[in-house]
């Protein structure tokens, strides 16, 4: 199970900047935080949201590890070059995006580089908010044997028009869903507009359909980012109810 939070060790984890090889073996910047309580350890992919590799997604990935997690945030944004977060985001966005093939295989590099960690226990979740909560979707249904579990936070573009696809995002997400092994959770804000309550009710719709092993939570009074306490967005009651769903789902197919 997690790592309980003890007074005596308050901080047991370490963290720092590396490098891994990411789509195409393109070396990619990323973060990593692990627990160094004993282990084994399950292990998760933090997808940071569309805003970037911000000061907030970091202290996510450290949350995790906190919890005992061995956990890998990569920089989908890298490529983008250096500079302040909006600066880099601003270019992904000149860009039209990042492509979810690319995507799919900087995540990959990420679950590779976590099978090499001491201490792993060969599982591995997938959790995402914004952008991120797609890619996590993405991520499930692209490689569903590299998951064990997949958490999608508010992800906009799951479901698409086709209006919508671009040569970046040239399915709608939800047609995939017979491909998801893993079981899913879901985290939405009925007040969010993409995705709006009738996408996730597309969404919800086609899990039943395929039989898959899932559970959403919708929240009055919340939209987009609610759980992002430096944002305007941030719901306090709404963000405890959901971040404790995030770790008992965890605890239950990660451990």
């Known amino acids: 199970m997690p790592t309980p939070f003890r007074t005596d060790q308050a901080d047991a984890t370490v963290a720092e900047a590396i490098t ?30 569309g805003p970037g590799f911000d000061d907030w997604s970091h202290e996510v990935a450290l949350k995790f590890a906190r919890k ?16 302040t977060v909006e600066e880099v985001a601003a270019r992904r966005t000149a860009a039209g995006g990042v492509a979810d093939d690319q995507v799919v295989g900087d995540i990959q590099g990420a679950i590779n580089h976590i099978r090499t960690i001491d201490g792993h226990n060969g599982k591995v979740g997938v959790i995402g908010p914004c952008s991120g ?10 490689i569903p044997d590299e998951v064990n579990a ?9 479901v698409l028009t086709p209006e919508e696809r671009t ?4 399915t709608s997400l939800v047609d995939n869903t017979a491909a998801l092994t893993a079981p899913l959770l879901g ?3 009925n007040d969010d507009a993409n995705p709006n309550p009738e996408m996730v009710n ?5 899990l039943q359909a395929a039989g898959k092993d899932y559970e ?38 990660l451990t």
Not at 73 to 82: C, D, I, K, S
Not at 150 to 158: A, I, P, Q
Not at 167 to 170: D, G, K, L, S, V
Not at 230 to 238: A, G, L
């Open 202 to 206: 597309t969404m919800e719709a086609a």
């Open 187 to 189: 985290l939405f804000g």
């Open 20 to 49: 891994i090889a990411g789509a195409n073996g393109d070396s990619i910047g990323a973060y990593v935080a692990r627990p160094i309580t004993p282990g084994p350890h399950g292990a998760v992919v933090f997808i940071h949201h």
């Open 68 to 83: 005992g997690y061995i956990t890998v945030m990569p920089h989908l944004y890298h490529r983008f070059g250096p500079g």
């Open 133 to 142: 909560g797609r890619q996590a979707f993405l991520v499930g249904t692209s």
């Open 216 to 253: 959403f939570h919708r929240y009055d009074g919340a939209g987009h980012a609610f759980l992002c306490y430096d944002r305007p967005s941030y719901r306090q009651e709404q963000a405890m109810d959901g971040w404790s769903r995030v770790w008992d789902f965890f605890e239950k197919h």
């Open 167 to 170: 040569p970046m995002r040239p």
């Open 150 to 158: 997949v958490v999608d936070l508010w992800g906009g573009g799951v």
